[in-house]
Each structure stands twice: as C-alpha cells, then as structure tokens.
C-alpha cells in the first residue's frame, strides 16, 4: 500500500471540490512556481507523477499565517533533502512511509520532525486483494459518495453552484524540498500508512493515514501549532470507507481512463468479451468443440 490513485479532477474541479478547508470557504490558491510542476486528470497514478496536495500557505510565503492552505503540485515519491545524486536514478523505496518509527528512520525523519506534512488529495486509491497464490483482485477505496460520482465526466460538476463532484480521498503525508545538481527545487512525498481498519482488513493489511474531516485537515496542516507527534497520535485508521472491485487493466499504468474505476463486472464484461472474439478470430478452428458425455 499504496502504489496507484487516481485524481480525475481539473485544476478547477479540485478547487471547488476544497473549498471547506480554506477559512474563508472560497477557492485555495492554486500555487505553481516550477517548470516540472505540470498536471493532468488521472484514472491511474503512479508514484514519480505529480498530485496536488494542500500545504500550509508558510512553504512558499513565510509571512503568512499557519491556516492559509494552498494547492500545490508535489512529486510522488519522497526525495530527502540531504540525497545526492540523479532524481531519475533515485533508488530509495519511499512511495509509503509507515507511521511506525517514522521520526527515527532516517530518510523521514528530518522532514517529519521539522513539520513539513501536506495533505495529498485523490479520487481514491487502488489496492491488491489476494485471492490465490497466482491472481489478486483490484480495488478501489474512497470516501462514501451521494452517488456514483466516477462514471461521470469533471467538467459536469463545475457548473452547479453547489460542489456535486467527488469528494476527494485526504491522507496525511509529509514532504521535503530537494535540489538538483542543476539547482532547480523539487517537492517530493510519501503517503502515510498504518494497519487496517476492520472494514479495509478484508482487502489489505495496512492502508493509508486518512484525514477525515476539516478538524484533522486544519490540525495536520498546522505546524506552528501542534508538533509532529501530536499530529501523528491523531491519525487513526478510519472504518468509514467505500470500496468496490475493479478491472485488472488498472495493473498497467499506461491504462488511463474510467475503465480504470468502474466496477469490475461492468468493466471485465466488455473486456472479456472483446478478448472472446479476438481468440475466435485467431482460432483457425473456432471454438472448442463440446465435450462427449456418455450416457449414465
């Protein structure tokens, strides 16, 4: 846990969808200072892509006040400040951080103690369930939604004055500011993670830290205020989830699109079948042919 999300969204869509964690509930600012800092809508996100996050407002002004939130795009995959070296030859395996010992281990520590926590939005994120020695099943967990907010298109949402779109999955990460050799800043994160819900147990062993609700988001974001290990003793896996079973086609990175999120009936019949037909086609023989039954 956890190597893929997805965040479908527009720049616009995720504003909107974010408003109640500003204080005065209109639009977080939308802060974007690096030429890397580029972002699309994505079914199927893998760790070295960028997600937006919310950090407190102090990262890029430190005149601001702690519960000035903004939205920022970060670089999946936590790089320490201290590391030397290529960021495309970076070999450590930082995609996760386990809330376990996180302030000794030395790659977070630095980050985790000096405060330097964001809160990483998505869709949801996808999880392998094994079902056998050879085959697990993917699922997709997020927030419970009014109705099936996924199977719809973003830009349907951004005209109704009420916010109807998704709401988007909030887990607790931290992050660090890293420079190239070239001198250029790069953002990078980790996700947070524990052990399982009881509800998530039944997919997964651990899951992320899930902030719920404006109280934990404020409280995680507010670092001139509560001190690391305060925020960390609040995060606690969260039973109120909603998880459904999706296509395996998820497993290819390259695969982005909302076959990715719908439930897996749907979307491996239509797989299925298109697999079905092209083996006839191929098949110089056709169909196999019925199996003799003997008479009893």
């Not at 690096?34 to 890029?60: C, D, H, K, R």
């Not at 005209?159 to 420079?179: C, N, Q, R, S, Y």
């Amino acid at each position: 846990m956890c190597g893929r999300t997805a965040c479908t969204l527009n720049q616009h869509g995720i504003q909107r969808a974010t408003c109640q964690y500003s204080k005065s509930k209109e639009n977080l600012p939308w802060i974007q200072k690096f030429g890397w800092q580029t972002y699309e809508p994505n079914y199927n996100l893998s760790p070295t892509q960028n997600s937006p996050v919310i950090v407190n407002g102090t990262v890029f002004d430190p005149k601001d006040e702690c519960d000035n939130h903004v939205l920022t795009l970060m670089r999946w995959g936590f790089i320490p400040s201290w590391y030397k070296g290529d960021i495309q030859e970076c070999s450590l395996k930082a995609n996760n951080c386990r809330i376990e010992g996180l302030l000794e281990k030395p790659t977070f520590r630095g980050a985790a103690s000096g405060g330097r926590r964001c809160v990483v939005l998505a869709d949801g994120f996808y999880e392998w369930k094994k079902v056998s020695d050879k085959k697990k099943q993917p699922y997709f967990i997020y927030f419970p939604q009014d109705e099936d907010v996924f199977s719809k298109s973003g830009d349907s949402f951004l005209d109704d004055d009420e916010w109807k779109g998704p709401k988007l999955l909030t887990m607790a990460g931290i992050f660090d500011a890293w420079k190239s050799p070239e001198k250029e800043t790069y953002y990078t994160y980790s996700v947070i993670t524990m052990e399982s819900s009881n509800s998530m147990s039944v997919v997964h062993s651990r899951m992320p830290a899930i902030l719920n609700g404006e109280e934990e988001v404020s409280m995680w974001l507010d670092t001139d205020k509560v001190p690391t290990k305060e925020a960390l003793s609040m995060l606690k896996p969260l039973e109120d989830i909603q998880m459904h079973p999706v296509s395996t086609i998820v497993g290819n990175s390259r695969n982005n699109s909302n076959e990715c999120v719908k439930p897996f009936k749907e979307a491996e019949k239509k797989i299925k079948k298109n697999a079905l037909t092209d083996w006839l086609i191929k098949s110089p023989a056709g169909p196999p042919a019925k199996r003799f039954r003997p008479d009893s």
